[in-house]
């Protein structure tokens, strides 16, 4: 029998209670614990305002607080297998086939007195199972295809509010619409999370026969387009946009309107204007409900980021100048001598002797550069920029232009822009037109952005590493769905290779043995220029290939279809990774499928995961190899000297084995380092919001 949900208030979704259980307490406060967890839909209108957004609160639970959390809720979250669900998953395959037998008339009609129930406040499991029973006959009729038993149990995870962990290649874009269909129905404005433009624009298009099937409307908001079509595309029921894209529009819409959308004139004014000009309208509905696809990415990768709006200024030739200084007095400072470069943050210092050096070069030089404090401080921005930043690694130059690469997808970020004057000084480095200069004038945290939302819940086939602290920051727990059908995936042993032109060669002798018997290839590399140099060798040794980088990602569509065809060989950064489903070709699975070879050190054994998750998707063979040099620019960074010395022994010796578990040491100390950067940023926001408290300022905006 179905139990009821109880709906909770979403502005108390984060905040756990601070004291301490003992039993019957904690039996008392078990049915709050559920019910804290599943999500609370809400739209737009006079009980949440005209832009609902969660009222932030400090965080007062302790580390013990949320270990009883994960454990109470241990046995409710194990349920979402196909064995222990099979008596829900029979009851919703009934649901189905009867909606199915109906007249579309008749199934309109049964789905138009479900909407009105859940618009009413009603969303119990019960109406929850019809809405998702409609979004299943939706993706049958759409698309002829009938959702499997783990695409309904993740779907059913989330609107009860996880997180859900769904190996690659198993459907999570359609378990995504799943969710996202029911959940709309009940009136709350969905925004699909994605990483990309690409992805926002492919699935909105694939996936708009679903949601006309259940009577929605469905659209996509990319950053290409001016803000008017955004706003009209945010007014559609499930809307597909990046993190980054709907946070700006967020912060655009607060800083225009200058009323706080909790307070209660801005609820009135629901009532009393409710056909306000379009140019007071926020662009978006609010912050009503997120599903993230590829979480980790999204919640953990891009938290260490904040983002900033920012207006166009013009930039004064004194700038400019003084930039131009600053690098040349950074270029007659001796490395080692003048300033040392810290080998595991890759921060710049100037040394005693660097101090004196520029003390005495400046001795001609008037006005500012007297200063010390301003000296140093310019010229150690300027080593950063010579030294620190490398092109085809951390930036790419197109069209006399510099543009900043993420570092997680390989992918071109133009909008983005390095604060304190150093992007001006890459493009001095690099002779590149200057860009604008601008001032910033609002920031947010992604942390403290996805806090906002009234619900938040998210998929990706890699977030068991990062599970706790998904749940310390956001409140979600994790959920894991079994696969459909065990993985068909060969993961040979890795090799380990003393220096890069070892690896290249093993590389070469590899891919032309695939490419002979008409195997498909994609080899994975961290950079551009890693990519390049690939593709350089792969020309040499006459194999054919193509290419998919930053620079190629107008023709990224296009790359992709093709490279699961008989002998293609891709050679692609992390923009091959993470959302990308490779088609094979037809002959292709019985040659062993697609063979995924990766040459880079990730910073996470979640990008490991997706890379390898290229191969085998959807029951299809396919296999994976990893190719690791000791030589690697990412690699030494992350290895401490010591450990270097005797991976390199190890490998000498043909101990690919243990010089492997060497290099994953290293990878873990990443990972605990980015946790740790993201902890303090996080508890540092906390700390801040606390002392401007008393200012009565916004909470939003920063």
Request: glycine share 6%; aromatic share 4%.
């Amino acid at each position: 029998m179905n139990k009821p949900r109880m709906n909770v208030d979403a502005q108390s979704l984060c905040p756990a209670p601070a004291h301490r259980f003992g039993m019957p307490s904690l039996l008392n406060w078990m049915p709050a614990l559920r019910a804290e967890a599943r999500l609370s839909f809400c739209r737009p209108g006079l009980r949440y305002g005209p832009s609902p957004v969660r009222r932030e609160s400090p965080d007062r639970r302790t580390w013990f607080d949320r270990l009883l959390t994960r454990s109470l809720t241990c046995r409710e979250r194990s349920q979402y297998t196909e064995t222990r669900s099979s008596e829900w998953l029979a009851q919703l395959i009934v649901r189905t086939k009867t909606l199915a037998e109906l007249s579309p008339e008749q199934r309109d009609a049964r789905r138009v007195a479900l909407v009105q129930h859940m618009r009413q406040g009603v969303t119990r499991d019960e109406q929850l199972d019809d809405a998702l029973a409609h979004a299943c006959v939706a993706v049958e009729m759409a698309l002829g295809l009938d959702p499997r038993p783990n695409q309904r149990l993740a779907a059913r995870a989330m609107l009860h509010g996880h997180c859900v962990e769904m190996a690659t290649g198993e459907g999570k874009t359609l378990s995504v619409s799943l969710a996202a269909g029911a959940a709309a129905l009940s009136g709350t404005p969905v925004h699909v999370l994605t990483a990309n433009d690409y992805l926002a624009a492919r699935d909105a298009s694939n996936l708009e026969p679903v949601y006309q099937c259940l009577g929605l409307r469905v659209a996509s908001a990319a950053s290409s387009v001016d803000a008017a079509e955004r706003g009209l595309a945010y007014a559609a029921d499930v809307v597909y946009v990046t993190a980054k894209q709907v946070a700006f529009d967020w912060l655009n819409d607060a800083l225009e309107s200058g009323t706080n959308p909790e307070s209660l004139a801005a609820r009135l004014r629901v009532l009393t204007h409710p056909a306000s000009p379009t140019s007071l309208r926020p662009k978006l509905r609010g912050l009503c409900l997120a599903i993230v696809d590829e979480a980790d990415s999204l919640l953990v990768d891009e938290a260490r980021i904040p983002l900033v709006l920012a207006a166009a200024q013009e930039s004064g030739s004194v700038v400019d100048t003084e930039a131009v200084v600053a690098l040349g007095l950074a270029e007659q400072l001796r490395e080692g001598v003048d300033y040392n470069i810290l080998s595991t943050t890759r921060l710049v210092q100037l040394t005693d002797a660097g101090r004196a050096e520029l003390m005495s070069i400046c001795e001609g030089i008037a006005h500012v550069w007297q200063s010390s404090r301003y000296r140093e401080e310019s010229v150690v921005q300027a080593l950063t920029a010579l030294h620190r930043f490398e092109r085809d690694r951390d930036y790419i130059v197109r069209e006399g232009c510099l543009e900043l690469l993420d570092a997680h997808t390989g992918r071109a970020l133009p909008d983005r822009r390095l604060p304190h004057g150093l992007h001006r000084l890459l493009e001095l480095k690099e002779k590149c037109a200057p860009s604008a200069q601008h001032e910033t004038i609002a920031s947010v945290p992604f942390q403290q952005f996805f806090r906002r939302y009234m619900g938040l819940v998210g998929i990706s086939g890699t977030l068991s590493e990062v599970g706790g602290e998904i749940h310390h920051v956001y409140d979600r727990l994790l959920v894991r769905i079994a696969p459909h059908r065990p993985s068909r995936r060969v993961d040979l042993p890795a090799l380990v290779f003393v220096d890069r032109v070892s690896q290249l060669q093993a590389l070469a002798i590899d891919v032309r043995q695939r490419q002979g018997l008409g195997q498909p290839v994609l080899v994975c590399t961290r950079s551009v220029e890693q990519s390049l140099g690939v593709s350089a060798l792969l020309t040499a040794h006459s194999l054919s290939h193509q290419v998919l980088n930053a620079y190629q990602d107008a023709e990224e569509a296009a790359i992709v279809a093709n490279a699961g065809q008989t002998g293609r060989v891709t050679v692609a950064t992390n923009m091959a990774g993470r959302g990308t489903d490779i088609p094979l070709g037809e002959t292709v699975a019985e040659l062993g499928g697609l063979h995924v070879i990766s040459l880079a050190f990730n910073d996470a054994r979640r990008l490991d995961r997706q890379l390898a998750g290229r191969a085998a998707r959807q029951g299809d063979p396919g296999s994976c190899q990893r190719l690791c040099s000791l030589d690697d620019a990412y690699l030494v960074e992350a290895m401490p000297v010591l450990l270097r010395k005797l991976a390199n022994t190890l490998v000498e010796g043909g101990w690919h084995r243990a010089a492997m578990m060497l290099i994953r040491l290293a990878q873990r100390r990443m990972e605990r380092r980015h946790r740790k950067e993201t902890q303090v940023l996080y508890r540092s926001r906390e700390k801040l919001e606390r002392h401007l408290a008393f200012g009565g300022r916004k909470d939003h905006l920063s």
